[in-house]
Structures are given as structure tokens and as C-alpha cells.
């Protein structure tokens, strides 16, 4: 077994005893990412890429050695191809909007999947209405994967972009991007990879995932909200338009016109989010500290242990795969009888924060026939004993509601 308990008083918040199984919503942060943020505001704070003087100099330089540390972390060949955002969000809206509304028209298709978070549906949904291009999806398997015999036969020379999760925020479930990415580029498609999940929790190089286009979140990582990553191969990148104008990417501008400044500039107008570059940048280090194949071993540990127990509780269902294959640390569950919310406030009364609800993924939710479920979710502080507080949760809320006796 991974022992990583002694990283738990790195995290304030879990002082007070809470059992928190819900950083796949949003993570905690550990001192050294608030006190980087902190020594950075107090020291060395001001607007980017503007001033001459020295402290605009200096906080310049730190949002792009965050740019950079980024991009060694996913094992990008160059720092440009790393675009600041908002969040995952963002990125995948400013693919959607500055990729999709260039390249798509009618007569071509989208190919999402069943099991996508909103965030890589609605943008496509929204461009897919402009463009006059159509919807298409691919399939989620009896056993929660997604159906790639189904993909291989979706695929045809009029799908422009395949939109996939690199982990589903409710099964758990890594599907294969590299051989998804590889069938996609041998029919000329571009492939977009909401990581929003899978950057947090498992080793990732772009260049051997295979995509075009990875998005992910600073603070389901260790690090700050506000700011996310939009990675993007380079000539995929340079087929983008700015999603956003402004401030900041431009190279001149006319009264009637502009022209943009290089990339990643380009894509950020704007102040950009300068304090949470850094906090971010303290992420990475803390997550590097640990080691991403650790990490990962870390969810997938108390994973395993977490399907085995809940197994035995009466009347639950895990809403995802109960074997370790290709799957991280994310559990969906629900308890006959018992809806998903009253679920999570008997959990609470026990000290044990789980997340219940649709989880941004209601295609998904109707696939599996159910209108909501408890989620818990795994990162690098838990330990087994949150697993078996969660077990003994479950089991209270289970005789409460009298299920399964
Ligand atoms: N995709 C997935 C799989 C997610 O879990 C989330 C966060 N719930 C997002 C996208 C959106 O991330 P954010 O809210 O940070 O933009």
C-alpha cells in the first residue's frame, strides 16, 4: 500500500477531521500552493506583460515560468503551446467556438460521447446549431465503457472533431485516447480531450496521448480556481481564432480591424489570471513532489479497497466499472430506495463530504436510469480510513432507511 497519510497536514482545511471524498468536484490546497500565492501577492504582484518596471518585470516572469512548468508537467515540446484560461470550461468553449465555428459547416459531423461532462457537450451542441454541422455520439457499453466498436463504425470521412473525456467524472472510466486519437487522425478529424479529470490524477504526456486539443482545471488539482490550461498541438492551435478579443492579443489595431499578436498570446486577452499561475505552479510542484505514478497507484489503491467493501453493503449499486481496469479513483453510487441527496446528508452527519446530483453528465444519468447518485471521489490525502468511514456511512444510512433488511 501507498502510504501517503503523512501528506494530510499539508491540507488545512482537513484538519478539522473531515472525511473528504469529493477533489474530483474541486480539491483542497495545500500550504505550500497558499503560502506561493500568498508571498507572490505580497512581494512581487502586479499586471503582466505591460509595465517596464521591475515588479511588472517580475510577475511576468512568474506567469510564464507557471507557462512553462505546465508545460514540463504534461511533456509539451514547447511552452507556447500552453493557453491560460479560466478552467477546463473555458478551454474546451474556446476549442469549440475558435476551432469548431472556423471548420465546421453542414454536411460535417461532431462526435462526442455519452458519458461526457456538459462541459465537452454543450459548447459542441451550441457550435454544432451555428455551423449547421450535426451531433453525433458515441455509446456507453452494459458495462460502463465506451463502445469503440460503436466509434470505429461512427467514424467516416465527414466527422471534422472527436470530442472525448480522458476520465468520466461519474464512472471513473480512462477510455484509450491514444488509439481513439489515432483512428480519428487517420480519417483527417481533430481530437479534443477534456482532462479535466486525468491530468489530476494520472501521469500524462500530450505527446503520447495523441490529441490535438487537452483541457484541464487548476483546482481539481492542488491549485487555485480561476485558472485552467487549454494545451493545444501547434498547428492545431494556429487553425484556431481567438474565442475571446481584447486587450493583450492583438499585434496592432485599427480603428476597423486587427490582427493578432503570437501564440499563446493570442488566446488570452486580458489580465490574465496572474496570482493563480503561480498557486498552480506550487501545485504542480507538490503533485511532481509525490510522483504522478504514485499518485495514481495512491487513487487506485484505495479505489480497489473502497469497490471491495462497498460490495457487501446491502442494496448498493456502484453506478461504474467494480474492476480496476483502465479506471481511477471516482465511485457513483446509489442505495436502492434512498435518493442520492438525502444519501449525501447522512453521510455528512458522519463526517464523510461526498458529492451527490446529475454531476454535469444528464445524458449520462439517463443512460444508467437513474436521476441522480452519491459520488466519492479519491486524491493524494485520503486515506483508508476515509474509505471505511464512508463503508460505515453507507451501512447507517442503509439500516435508516431500512434497505436490504
Ligand atoms: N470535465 C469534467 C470531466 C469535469 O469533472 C469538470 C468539473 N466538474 C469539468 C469538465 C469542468 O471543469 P471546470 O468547472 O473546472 O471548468
Given at each position: 500500500m501507498t502510504d501517503l497519510s503523512h501528506l494530510k497536514a499539508d491540507f488545512p482545511v482537513l484538519s478539522n477531521g473531515v472525511h473528504f471524498l469529493d477533489s474530483g468536484a474541486s480539491s483542497q490546497k495545500p500550504i505550500s500552493v497558499l503560502e506561493a500565492m500568498d508571498d507572490f501577492a505580497r512581494t512581487s504582484y502586479a499586471n503582466v506583460h505591460r509595465g517596464a518596471y521591475k515588479l511588472s518585470v517580475a510577475a511576468t516572469d512568474a506567469y510564464e515560468a507557471a507557462r512553462e512548468r505546465v508545460a514540463s508537467f504534461i511533456g509539451?515540446?514547447?511552452?507556447?503551446e500552453v493557453i491560460f484560461t479560466r478552467g477546463a470550461t473555458t478551454a474546451l468553449n474556446m476549442v469549440a467556438f475558435g476551432w469548431g465555428l472556423e471548420h465546421l459547416g453542414p454536411g460535417d459531423r461532431i462526435l462526442t460521447t455519452e458519458i461526457e461532462h456538459h462541459a465537452n457537450l454543450v459548447p459542441w451542441q451550441m457550435v454544432a446549431k451555428r455551423t449547421g454541422a450535426t451531433l453525433d455520439h458515441v455509446p456507453m457499453t452494459d458495462d460502463f465503457r465506451l463502445d469503440l466498436g460503436a466509434y470505429d463504425e461512427k467514424l467516416?470521412?465527414?466527422?471534422r472533431v472527436v470530442a472525448v473525456t480522458?476520465?468520466?467524472?461519474?464512472?471513473g472510466v480512462m477510455p484509450p485516447i491514444r488509439s481513439i486519437s489515432d483512428r480519428a487522425h487517420e480519417i483527417g478529424a481533430r481530437v479534443v480531450v477534456d482532462a479535466a479529470q486525468l491530468v489530476p490524477h494520472s501521469p500524462v504526456a500530450v505527446a503520447t496521448l495523441g490529441a490535438d486539443f487537452v483541457a484541464f482545471s487548476s483546482h481539481k488539482m492542488l491549485g487555485p480556481t480561476g485558472i485552467g490550461v487549454l494545451w493545444g498541438r501547434m498547428e492545431a492551435l494556429e487553425e484556431m481564432e481567438p474565442f475571446e478579443g481584447g486587450g493583450e492579443m492583438i499585434s496592432d489595431v485599427t480603428l476597423q480591424d486587427a490582427t493578432w499578436a503570437a501564440i499563446p498570446h493570442r488566446f488570452e486577452?486580458?489580465?490574465?489570471?496572474i496570482i493563480e499561475a503561480v498557486g498552480l505552479h506550487a501545485a504542480i510542484d507538490y503533485l511532481d513532489s509525490i510522483g504522478m505514478e504514485k499518485v495514481l497507484e495512491h487513487d487506485r489503491e484505495l479505489t480497489g479497497i473502497a469497490l471491495d467493501r462497498l460490495g457487501?453493503?446491502?442494496?448498493l449499486n456502484i453506478?461504474?466499472?467494480?474492476?480496476?481496469?483502465?479506471?481511477?479513483g471516482v465511485i457513483s453510487m446509489t442505495l436502492d430506495g434512498v435518493h442520492a441527496h438525502d444519501l449525501a446528508t447522512i453521510l455528512d452527519e458522519e463526517g464523510v463530504a461526498v458529492r451527490s446530483g446529475h454531476h454535469c453528465a444528464k445524458p449520462l444519468m439517463r443512460r444508467l436510469g437513474v436521476a441522480a447518485t452519491a459520488r466519492a471521489s479519491f486524491y493524494v490525502y485520503n486515506t483508508e480510513e476515509d474509505v471505511d468511514a464512508l463503508v460505515g456511512g453507507l451501512r447507517r444510512a442503509g439500516d435508516l432507511f431500512g434497505v436490504g433488511g
Open positions: 509539451a515540446s514547447d511552452s507556447g467516416g470521412p465527414d466527422v480522458g476520465m468520466s467524472n461519474v464512472l486577452a486580458g489580465t490574465p489570471p457487501d453493503v446491502p442494496g453506478q461504474g466499472p467494480t474492476t480496476l481496469e483502465d479506471r481511477g
